[in-house]
């Protein structure tokens, strides 16, 4: 894997925790504090900055998808853990578990060649 391709996979294992966190913690805390309270004006700024990491990581997504290669079924799965609430923390361990795989055959390769 090149340093490219890693460092998109790393952008990817960044961003997925607090999207994944950004449904539950924002947007389910503000509809009780809107429904419970009078505070109407958190809903806008918190749907906002949930709608923000959606979108980087969709964006990071793509950018995995077109230099890691991957087959359009592995895209469509981290996509859909996307969009269900706590998802991204899954998402996340497949990620890490892909980048220490990937770690393991660059040193593979490496020690073949010398």
């Known amino acids: 894997m090149d340093i490219k391709t890693a460092s998109a996979l790393h952008r990817l ?18 509809s009780l504090l809107k429904r419970t309270t009078d505070i109407d004006y958190l809903m ?14 969709v964006i990071f997504l793509l ?3 077109h230099k ?9 799965l981290f ?5 269900i609430p706590f998802g991204g923390l899954y998402g996340d361990k497949l990620l890490k578990r892909d980048e220490a795989d ?3 055959a660059a040193r593979a390769r490496e020690a073949a060649k010398a």
């Open 68 to 76: 890691a290669k991957w087959p359009l079924k592995k895209v469509a």
């Open 79 to 83: 996509f859909v853990l996307s969009l």
């Open 44 to 57: 806008p700024p918190l749907g906002a900055l949930h709608g923000f990491l959606f979108v980087i990581y």
């Open 13 to 30: 294992r960044l961003i997925s925790v607090p999207e994944a966190l950004s449904f539950p913690a924002l947007l389910i805390f503000g």
């Open 63 to 65: 950018d995995v998808w």
């Open 102 to 104: 990937s770690v393991l």
